[in-house]
């Protein structure tokens, strides 16, 4: 059965852009990063709505984690990192009326704003490169901050129903 264009692209093209890059950044002198952008709809709780996208992004998180882990083994210089964007004025959803409507246009953060905390992640060797709350006030005049929080309420919340053995109702969005 082929894979869903969904599945080719979020995880077979993390696993053949890994494939591909993985063995120039071991080879080269100063090692790099390898860097996969995921989202919160498979790592922050569960977006129950987009079943197959959430899935892949979860993927591409136990995709990176492993990378990580195989890494370090290895003893290896090159940082592994997680691209976690906020929403991000794109053509992929950033100008969307009905995720707007959603979030409001003030919540949007330009694509140059959330750069700086990918160098700043990248810079720091960060596993987690996303917003932190310090960072959107300083960066974003607090635009994102509702969403860290909501974000991290997410991850905490999934925590402990894994934990306690409680069913996924809390943490599904």
């Known amino acids: 059965m082929p894979a869903s264009s ?3 692209t979020n995880v077979y093209g993390l696993l053949n852009g890994i494939k591909v890059f993985l063995p120039i950044l071991m080879n080269q002198a100063e090692g790099g990063s390898l860097l996969a952008t995921s989202s919160a709809a498979g790592v922050h709780g569960t977006s129950y709505h987009t079943a197959e996208y959430a899935a892949t992004k979860n993927a591409q998180l136990t995709i990176m984690e492993c990378q990580y882990g195989q890494l370090r083994d290895a003893g290896s210089d090159i940082h592994v990192g997680m691209v976690l964007p906020p929403l991000v004025r794109t ?3 950033g100008d969307d009326p009905s995720i707007l409507a959603q979030v409001g246009p003030a919540s949007i953060v330009e694509p140059a704003e959330f750069a700086e905390v990918v160098v700043e992640g ?3 060797r960060s596993f987690w490169i996303e917003t932190t709350e310090e960072q959107s006030h300083r960066l974003y005049g607090g635009r994102s901050a509702d969403n860290v929080k909501r974000n991290a309420k997410r991850v905490q919340t999934k925590a402990d129903a894994m934990i306690n053995h409680e069913p996924p109702d809390q943490y599904l969005w």
């Open 122 to 124: 990248l810079l720091d």
């Open 6 to 8: 969904t599945i080719g």
């Open 91 to 93: 053509n992929l959803a």
